[in-house]
C-alpha cells in the first residue's frame, strides 16, 4: 500500500519546533535565565490557549454544548489562533467526523486504532484521505461571523500571536529571545501536544465506565494535563454536556470556567446530560460485563436470574427516582410562586427522600452481587 503523501509545511513545523524547544530553550535558560515574569506570562499564554482549544474549539463551536456572548468567542478564536491548531473551521470539521465515525480507520482523521502515533500526531503530518473532510458538517459554525473572520486571518493571526506577542512582551520585559523562546516556542510545543494527548492517550489508557462501544477513556491524569478534558470515556457518551468531569471532585477548569462565564452572562444555555442517563449507562455497562463474565465463567443459572432481577430493580427504582427528583424541584418552584401548600410539599419531599434511600439500598445490593462475581467461588457456588 502507498503510504499517503507527506505534508511538508506540517512536517517541518512539526519537527523543528520540538527540536528548538528542546535544545534553545535549555540552552539560553543555563546562560541567561528566565525570570518570575516570563515564567508567568508563559503559564498565562499557555492557559489561554489551552482554554480556548477545550472551552472553545471542542465544547462550543464542535459540540455546541453552550453558547457564548461574541466577546467570549473573539477571545476563544485569537487564542485557538495562538494554539495553531488550524482554524475553528477546520478544527470542528475534523473533531465532528472523530465522533461519528469514531474508530473507523477510513473516516475518523485520528483513529486510535490505527495506533498511538498516528492518532497523537501521525495524522497531520501527511495528507491522508481520512482528514479531507470539507466543510460540509460545519455549514452551521459557517454562519458565525467571528469564526469566518478567524478563517479568512487565520495566517496573520497565528503568526501575529505565535511571534508578535511574545516578542512585544519580551520587549518590553527587556529580554525579547526569553520571550520568544517562553511564551512563543515551548508554549505552542508544549500545548500542542498536551491538546493531543487526547487523541492518542485518552483512547489508550483508562477507564471506560459508560461505554465500551469505542476505545475512548476516562482518565484523570490526563485531565490535569489538559484542563479538565481527560474524562473522554464520558465525553464520547454524552459529548454534547458542557462537562467532562462530572463529580465534584473531578478536574475540570473548562467547566467551571464555562460555569462562571454564565453567572457573568458570558455564557448560556449550558447543556448537562440528566443524572438519570448517565447512571442508566453505567448500570447498564455493568450489567453487560457481568453477563457476559458470567457466560465465560459459566455461572450456575439461578445466579444469572439473580443478576438480572436485581439489573431490572435497579433500573426501575432508578426511573422512579428521576421522576420523582423532578417533581420535588416542581414542587420548590411551585412553592416560590406560593401555587402550592406547605402540606402538599412536604409530601412531595418526603416521598422523594423515601425513593432516594430505597436507590441507595439497591445501589449497595447492586455493588455486593458485581464484588461477588469478581470473586468467582462464592458467585458459582
Ligand atoms: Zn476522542
Ligand atoms: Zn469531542
Known amino acids: 500500500m502507498t503510504k499517503a503523501p507527506v505534508n511538508w509545511t506540517n512536517m517541518s513545523l512539526f519537527s523543528l519546533t520540538p527540536a528548538f524547544a528542546i535544545t534553545l530553550v535549555p540552552w539560553y535558560g543555563f546562560f541567561y535565565g528566565y525570570d518570575l515574569f516570563e515564567w508567568v506570562v508563559f503559564a498565562l499564554l499557555m492557559a489561554f490557549c489551552g482554554m480556548s482549544i477545550t472551552a472553545g474549539y471542542h465544547r462550543l463551536w464542535s459540540h455546541k454544548a453552550f453558547k457564548a456572548h461574541p466577546a467570549l468567542r473573539l477571545l476563544f478564536a485569537i487564542g485557538g489562533a495562538c494554539a495553531l491548531q488550524n482554524s475553528v473551521l477546520l478544527w470542528a470539521s475534523d473533531h465532528r467526523n472523530h465522533h461519528r465515525f469514531v474508530d473507523d480507520n477510513e473516516r475518523d482523521p485520528y483513529s486510535a486504532k490505527r495506533g498511538f502515533w498516528f492518532s497523537h500526531i501521525g495524522w497531520i503530518l501527511r495528507d491522508y484521505d481520512s482528514a479531507q473532510t470539507g466543510f460540509a458538517n460545519v455549514r452551521d459554525l459557517q454562519k458565525d461571523p467571528i469564526v469566518r473572520w478567524q478563517h479568512d486571518h487565520y495566517l496573520s493571526l497565528s503568526l501575529f500571536m505565535n511571534i508578535g506577542l511574545p516578542a512585544l512582551i519580551g520587549y518590553f520585559h527587556g529580554d525579547l529571545i526569553a520571550g520568544l523562546l517562553l511564551s512563543g516556542l515551548l508554549r505552542l510545543v508544549l500545548s500542542q501536544h498536551l491538546t493531543y494527548l487526547i487523541n492518542s492517550a485518552a483512547h489508550k489508557w483508562g477507564r471506560q465506565p459508560y ?73 447498564e455497562l455493568q450489567y453487560k460485563s457481568a453477563a457476559e463474565k458470567c457466560e465465560l465463567l459459566n455461572i450456575s443459572e439461578k445466579w444469572r436470574a439473580t443478576l438480572e432481577q436485581e439489573y431490572e430493580e435497579i433500573v426501575n427504582t432508578l426511573q422512579l427516582w428521576s421522576e420523582h427528583r423532578q417533581a420535588w424541584y416542581e414542587a420548590k418552584g411551585r412553592q416560590i410562586q406560593q401555587t402550592l401548600s406547605q402540606w402538599d410539599q412536604l409530601q412531595i419531599r418526603d416521598r422523594y427522600r423515601e425513593i432516594q434511600f430505597k436507590l441507595k439500598m439497591r445501589r449497595r445490593r447492586w455493588q455486593e452481587l458485581l464484588r461477588n462475581l469478581a470473586d468467582p467461588l462464592p458467585a458459582s457456588a
Open 211 to 283: 461505554s465500551d462501544e469505542n476505545t475512548a477513556r476516562d482518565n484523570p491524569i490526563l485531565a490535569l494535563l489538559t484542563y479538565g478534558e481527560g474524562y473522554h470515556n464520558y465525553h464520547h457518551a454524552f459529548q454534547w454536556d458542557y462537562r467532562n468531569g462530572i463529580r465534584w471532585w473531578h478536574y475540570d477548569p473548562t467547566k467551571w470556567m464555562i460555569q462562571i462565564c454564565a453567572w457573568i452572562g458570558l455564557t448560556r444555555e449550558l447543556k448537562r446530560c440528566t443524572p438519570l442517563e448517565i447512571e442508566r449507562a453505567r448500570i
